[in-house]
């Protein structure tokens, strides 16, 4: 996975304003992208409400990415990455990954201690030594 450029970092840095400053307006019910308020109320004060707004939008949109970052975790896991592939996908080492997600690769391991049959399976097959192999 690679390093988003420059450019590309900067237009979804403007993406996330613009959801940021669009979602600040409905759950505010501010205009949150113009500088003039009503005559009682001074411009800096209005700034300051609509900076706030943003940032209470972009905070729960914080959590809902992280909400995100952890399912899509999860469901690596299943599909078989471990915590070294967690933590380079998201810029980490294995060991940031294994505390910032502690017990998803226990799943994986438990599945890998497990023969397809079952425990005590490699030896118990017919065709291979054991009981069912008549040697």
Do not use: C
């Amino acid at each position: 996975m690679r390093e988003l450029t420059s450019d590309e970092r900067q237009e979804l840095r403007r993406e996330l304003g613009a959801v940021a400053a669009d979602w600040a307006q409905r759950l505010h019910n501010s205009n949150v992208d113009t500088l003039g308020g009503n005559a009682q109320e001074p411009i800096s004060a209005e700034r300051m409400r609509a900076h706030l707004a943003r940032m209470a939008a972009g905070e729960q949109m914080r959590r809902l990415l992280a909400d995100l970052v952890s399912a899509s975790a999860e469901e690596a896991v299943e599909h078989g990455a471990g915590y070294p592939e967690l933590g380079a996908a998201v810029g980490a080492s294995r060991q940031a990954a294994r505390k910032r997600w502690p017990g998803l690769s226990k799943r994986r391991a438990t599945e890998w201690k497990q023969p397809p049959g079952g425990i005590g399976w490699a030896g118990s097959h017919p065709g291979g030594p054991g009981p069912f192999s008549g040697t």
